[in-house]
């Protein structure tokens, strides 16, 4: 996934909002709250960050191309960072930053979560 890829996907995402920052990365955000990082590497291919389950953190962490979280899983966040090839494929990224924006806004508040419509329930 190309960097204009990552953000374009971002974007594509419910209530997703887009911040340059920590040294010239993209962060997506939802309700405030961080879901997803690209930084620009040496290479064309984005380091892509993103919060995952515990499940998926303990497999995920030890696959070629992956690598907990530099900063966010060392204070015992379950964060994953794609850094090297081969990593994920393009499916399966898109599909861990969508459960990464999911879990995030699971973890606002419910009237933050309705507000942003994120919530089914519109009363």
């Given at each position: ?10 974007a ?12 010239g990365?993209?962060v997506?955000k ?6 997803a990082?690209a ?7 984005p380091r892509v ?20 979280a530099?900063?966010?899983a ?7 960072q794609q850094?090297?090839?081969?990593g994920?494929d ?15 806004a ?6 933050l ?11």
């Amino acid at each position: 996934m190309t960097h204009d890829e990552f953000n374009a996907f971002c974007a594509s995402l419910p209530a997703a909002t887009h911040v340059v920052q920590w040294g010239g990365s993209d962060v997506w955000k939802v309700g405030g709250k961080v879901f997803a990082i690209a930084s620009h590497g040496a290479g064309t291919t984005p380091r892509v960050t993103f919060k995952v389950s515990r499940i998926a953190y303990e497999i995920l962490s030890e696959q070629p191309g992956l690598r907990p979280a530099p900063y966010l899983a060392s204070r015992g966040l379950s964060w994953i960072q794609q850094h090297a090839v081969p990593g994920l494929d393009d499916g399966d990224l898109r599909d861990y930053l969508r459960e990464s924006h999911r879990i995030v806004a699971a973890g606002l508040t419910r009237r933050l979560r309705r507000d942003l419509g994120l919530d089914g329930d519109p009363s």
